[in-house]
């Protein structure tokens, strides 16, 4: 069973888009900061050979904002993340781990930095307002943290550019990768980023007013209709393929941003304050004991993972887990996240898998996916 | 559309019962803290009636704990409620809102004392973990705050005391009303409490090993043949029968404990310190601006409500909003919970409900579903 019906309540909260992401023909869903996430229209593959070659609109609303403003913002946005995050202009994006006082990451969010004193956390799937607000109550900072009403629009894809210098001007193809300008689109105020949960280049568009998603999601649907416009989502084909990582799935709490092979995204010598700082130079020093690696698994296309799967080494021992994977049509292979200890993570390590009593070889790849 | 289908991933957790579960027919499923929760089997109708006559079995793994444990526990957990822990014995529970400093409902969580110094919080769907973990480390509070692995299952129902004693022992017939002890079943520890998400009565499970979920299953579901011990879950008809209010669906942060009509769970003048002291203070001596109330709703049974349906006055303002409906078999009529404006609480005011732009007429109840 690959999808369990899934009640719809309160609770559950409604995206701006899900009308039109339902009238377009979503068929299947996960729940993502407690708000639907339309994430297959026809089928994967379908889409995703889509967004390879087109431009394609997706309901992300889920990603929701975590803002911070007041004096002590750039200082709770320093102590939560390693990133250095002195050095992100206004109108600047930057993506940046966040980490509890043991390392553990609590999301791995974009920052977007909307002015000196206010923030934007632009989050994956965990409660990080919870988190900040505790922080900051505990601190007895000077901010606000609040969930505003921000609901992004992702435009993806290699005609992106195009469609969206017709609809908001020729301007918008300025924009720089992990910069955002602010724009007026069907009469309300938005902000447009060059970013987005793809590999294939676009744009997420902030709407800040949930009761304009209707008329926002029509405008570029109609004028995208001149370059094949589709209706798509965060592609499990192309993130794998593209080395993007998904929190809750390849990495959780239980791992630091070494384990997640996040180090570039660190700055573990920045001047701020922040709160990991000893942990994460010791990991440093001793190296972390496992890392998050590419996997070609062999064989026919596998079934749905829903245990963990094992990854196992020479003798038979543990040395590992499988966390996402995927039937890649670019490699016509299986193509695999894991996290897997430091013996085993050199490109070209071969290694098992026990997909629920299914044994297959499988080998360490590189974030290129080589193997030497 | 009243389910949409639901795309398992590693990012949604199995429960310890899931697979129990789905083989004993559960066909429509909630995400509650990341976890699946089999809402409903055969039917919320059919589970209701027998679960005011038999025993059932739930998997509410779900409600996830936080465990707080180190010297600082007590005033840290006093801290983050309204409610006095201190009167809270080791071996007790207590159903406790918590609230942030400006009053507003982070959870509404049972919150069970281990030891002295160490404690579960019991949670309804909203990351705790996050939001406690936060507040300890601002305060540099000696605590460590996680996630345990721990589930309940419930053993609902009038027939669940004959049920317990087979299983564990007559010594259970004494466990008292948020009470708990500590057993051993199938050979692992459990702590069994006399609590659970209804109104008929029984006790929730305490499994430590989710290892051992299916033996722990079995072993209720054997023993309770003799019972004609049936699957369910938390029960919309009966649990709003019953006045229990969901988080999420009819509280969230926007609400403080009196607008939530929590006020007999709360002492605002308790000793110990707690964030939103003077904020309650000042609601408690003004009067809340809203309140939760029960309410009938004319006609026939409703349709699924997605969109929030506005409650209406005399002059057709709105002046509130229905949070959770169902149709009752008890009361043969629409039986809600909605929010409404402090000018028309009173059981017995006549409101009206658009529904979706089906308007009915309905009427303010009191919590014993009477109006004058």
Chains 1, 2 share one sequence.
């Not at 996960?30 to 639907?36: C, S």
């Not at 300008?181 to 007013?209: H, M, N």
């Not at 799935?249 to 996040?262: G, K, R, V, W, Y």
């Not at 299986?334 to 993570?345: E, R």
Request: net charge negative.
């Amino acid at each position: 069973m690959s999808t369990l019906p899934m009640i719809l309540s309160r609770r559950l909260r409604p995206s701006p888009f899900e009308q039109r992401a339902i009238e377009h023909g979503a068929s299947q869903f996960t729940l993502y900061n407690k708000m639907i996430l339309p994430l297959i229209y026809e089928s994967v593959a379908k889409e995703y050979e889509h967004l390879c070659k087109h431009v394609q609109i997706w309901d992300v609303a889920c990603e929701r904002q975590v803002e911070i403003v007041g004096p002590d913002a750039l200082r709770l946005v320093e102590l939560i993340t390693p990133r250095d995050m002195s050095t992100c202009a206004v109108g600047q994006c930057k993506y940046a781990p966040l980490c509890d006082e043991n390392g553990g990451i609590i999301n791995d969010p974009i920052i977007i930095r909307l002015a000196e004193d206010r923030f934007w956390i632009s989050i994956a799937d965990s409660d990080v307002c919870l988190w900040v607000k505790g922080v900051a109550y505990g601190r007895g900072f000077d901010v606000r943290v609040f969930e505003p009403d921000v609901s992004p629009l992702a435009i993806q894809g290699p005609k992106a550019d195009d469609l969206m210098a017709d609809v908001v001007g020729e301007h918008t193809r300025d924009i720089r990768f992990f910069w955002f300008i602010d724009a007026t689109i069907v009469g309300t105020p938005v902000k447009i980023a060059r970013s987005g949960w793809s590999g294939k280049g676009g744009f997420e568009v902030y709407l800040q007013d949930s009761s304009k998603g209707n008329e926002l999601w029509d405008i570029f649907w109609e004028a995208g209709q001149k370059y094949n416009i589709g209706v798509g989502a965060p592609n499990l084909i192309e993130r794998i393929e593209a080395g993007l990582k998904s929190y809750g799935q390849d990495m959780t709490i239980e791992n630091n941003p070494f384990e997640a092979s996040l180090d570039r995204y660190i700055d573990i010598d920045k001047e701020a304050e922040y709160m990991c700082r000893d942990v994460l130079h010791d990991i440093a020093k001793s190296g972390p004991k496992k890392r998050l690696v590419n996997m070609i698994i062999e064989g026919r296309d596998l079934d749905l993972m829903r245990a963990d799967w094992p990854v196992l080494g020479d003798d038979g021992e543990q040395v590992g887990i499988v966390t996402s994977k995927t039937w890649s049509p670019r490699f016509e292979a299986n193509i695999a996240l894991a996290i897997v200890n430091v013996s085993h993570v050199s490109p070209g390590t071969p290694v098992m898998v026990d997909a629920d009593g299914d044994t297959r070889s499988a080998t360490i790849r590189d974030e290129k996916w080589n193997a030497p």
